[in-house]
């Protein structure tokens, strides 16, 4: 069994890897990535005017995403503990002349208020909480009732077939394309990670026993992707 690294070490992690986070998610997912995000914008329920908060929002893909979505009379806001990553959301915000709020902060004591958002979004961060759980609940607290989360994360597919693909693919594409970076040890965290991760069936009664109602967990790619869609009463 590996063991879970600790938040330090995950935020330094993300922190080297921020300059090159965008180009290596390019690569090694071909684009696709792009898809899956705005399948999580579209299944938070995100409309105009809302006030929106994308939790561990790394460089800034899906904070961008929905400030397009919430336009002028909306608010957006982007959370992460890497300022590095955030150094480089701020960049490009500016550039898209998009505005969004870029917050430091830890995803297991978010610095709002109960009831604050309309529409919250998470990508490849719940799988690096040190406290799933703990990090539920604050999401859970920081929606309004009847507002909605869409949680987008790698998993280990279920079917056999499918996980020897998935190993297949991390050891033949992801983790050589991360050493031509330099970043080999950087990314061969992703196997160990992904091994601790919950399954789908198992992140559905983690939001429940929250709290959340009406949770949906839709797999993406044979099982090697998924959204954890979840609701406030």
């Known amino acids: 069994m590996t063991m879970q690294p600790d938040a330090a070490e995950i935020q330094q992690l993300f922190d080297r890897i921020a300059p090159l986070y965008d180009r290596l998610n390019d690569s090694l997912s071909f684009g696709t990535h792009r898809i899956w995000k705005q399948m999580a914008v579209n299944w938070s329920g995100a409309k105009t005017g809302d006030r929106v908060v994308d939790v561990c929002c790394g460089s800034g893909d899906i904070a961008l995403l929905l400030a ?57 961060g719940l799988r690096n909480l040190t406290d799933i759980p703990q990090g539920l609940g604050e999401l859970y607290r920081i929606l309004k009732p009847g507002a909605a989360v869409a949680i987008l994360d790698m998993h280990r597919p279920q079917s056999a077939g499918m996980r020897a693909f998935q190993q297949w693919y991390l050891n033949t594409l992801v983790v050589p ?27 559905v009664q983690l939001a429940q026993s929250t709290g959340f109602e009406r949770v949906v967990h839709y797999p993406l790619m044979g099982g090697m992707m998924g959204v954890l869609v979840a609701h406030k009463p």
């Open 68 to 124: 397009e979505v919430v336009g002028k009379t909306g608010t957006v806001v982007g959370i992460d503990f890497s300022a590095v990553q955030l150094d480089v959301a701020r960049r490009r915000s500016h550039q898209q002349l998009r505005p969004v709020d870029w917050v430091q902060g830890d995803a297991l004591n978010l610095p709002f208020e109960e009831n604050t958002f309309d529409a919250a979004t998470m990508s490849y």
């Open 177 to 203: 394309t991360a050493q031509r970076f330099r970043l080999k040890e950087e990314y061969a965290y992703i196997a160990p990670s992904l091994d601790r991760f919950p399954s789908g069936r198992q992140q």
